[in-house]
Every structure is written in structure tokens, then in C-alpha cells.
DNA sequence: GCGATACTTAAGCGTATGCTTCACCAACCA
DNA sequence: TGGTTGGTGAAGCATACGCTTAAGTATCGC
């Protein structure tokens, strides 16, 4: 799923989704590519969860799923909050001190 | 950023990262892989700004930026909220419509 | 029916990615 | 001091990825 995320026309393309539905040639107008390509990209996203769609008649709409977006937000954020606890457990002072304090020479 | 996220191997990096900094052979310790790989890996952690690291004597010790992990966050956060946001108002939206229409024919 | 539209599928191709090996340097320590 | 540990860098290789072309199918509008 974050493999899905990982490409830029992938996430323009979400992005684009996240403003409304919108059919497989919508998505492509502002990409640089074949439709061929927008499909392959679709059929991605569509595998990793992030994209429900629908044909009717000849045309297919593409809507964002909200579901697969929250999964991806909280495996981020668990371990996000994970490593802040600690930090905050142990005491931001003392690893001030040991592991941040050195930046200032070595970068 | 979602690139370095991407790898199922360096999402168990950070994972480990999330319980606590780590030395470099630390981190491939529970990896089937050379010790020359997984430093690969940390070098796309690290240019992704996910991961900063030190050098102390010969040992590299790593830890998560919880930065990055909330940049990630948010821009997936952002994308979700605009999009269900949208869907509660044509929710609100029917609902309005389904009371007009009542309104209508009822009274 | 007939041309245009909106995809769909398969094949191929160049490049990026993930990994290995090998050679190497810099601490650490007995 | 010399061996071991921890990490670095370059080269090479197999596979995955992103894209294109080309040919095909199903629908829509006249």
C-alpha cells in the first residue's frame, strides 16, 4: 500500500481523487502519459485498496476508499507515537545530551 | 518518502526504530540480509529524512525522525479529510434534498 | 449500421531497485 | 601489535517497475 503511495503520478493521482470520482481519462488529462499507463497505475491502486471503481456503460469512475487511506495513517502514526512515548519516558533532556547535541559539528 | 516506506524490509526498520535507536548490525540483526544491504536501506531512510544517525567510535547508531513520520502522515490525513468531508456533504446534501421533497409533497 | 469514444490487454523495452560479493578502513581489545 | 568487530564503497546481477506501442472490445451518438 505504501508501495502503491510510493509513485508521484500515483499520489497526483489520489490526489486528484480526493476532490471527487472521476472517470480513467479525467485522471489522465493532467498526466503526462497514455491512458494505457494511467490504467496500469489505477489497476495499482485498486490493488492495494486505496481506489474503489465502477464501470457503467463505457465509462469506469474511480473513488478514493477512506478506509485503506486510515490504515496507512495509523500504521504511521502508531509508530510515530511509539518512538515519541519512549522519548518522552526517557526523558528529552538526557537524549538532547547524548544523540542531538553533536549535530551541530558533524552536519 | 512514501518511496522509502515502500520496502517491506525498511518498514521493519523503522518498526524497530519505533521501540528505540539501534546500531546498524542491531537493525540487521533480524534481517536475512548483508550487513552491506541493510545499509543501503538506511541510506534511503535517511535521505528520506525518516531516520537521522550518528557515528560514535565505529558504531552507527540510528533513530526514527517523528517529523518525517508526521509530514507522511498528514498528507495522507489531509487527502482522507477532504475526501470524507466531501462525502458528508452529499450526505448532507440527499438528506436536504429527501426533506424538501417531503416538504414538498406533504404539505 | 458506422464512426468515434472509452477503455482493455499484451508485448516489449529501458531504467531503477534490492541484493550480493569483495576489498577496504577504522576502532576496539587482548 | 595483531586479530576481530563494525561499518563503508564499488561493482555486478537479477528482477521489478513505469512506460510505450499496437491491436482489440464494448458502448454511445448520429
New binding site residues.
Given amino acids: 500500500m505504501f ?1 502503491a503511495l ?2 508521484p ?1 500515483r499520489r497526483q493521482m489520489v490526489q486528484r481523487l480526493s476532490e471527487g470520482p472521476a ?3 479525467e485522471l489522465a488529462q493532467p498526466l503526462q ?5 494511467v ?3 489505477l489497476a ?1 491502486l485498486e490493488g492495494a485498496g486505496l481506489v474503489r471503481t465502477q ?1 457503467i ?4 469512475t474511480c473513488q478514493l476508499d477512506a478506509q485503506a487511506l486510515r490504515a496507512a495513517e495509523r500504521w504511521i502514526s502508531e509508530r510515530r507515537a511509539l518512538w515519541e512515548r519512549r522519548f518522552d519516558r526517557l526523558g528529552a533532556f538526557l537524549a538532547e545530551q547524548d544523540l542531538v547535541s553533536k549535530e551541530g559539528d558533524g552536519a
Fill in positions: 508501495q510510493a509513485d503520478n472517470s480513467v481519462s502519459m497514455t491512458l494505457s499507463a490504467v496500469q497505475h495499482v464501470k456503460g463505457r465509462v469506469r
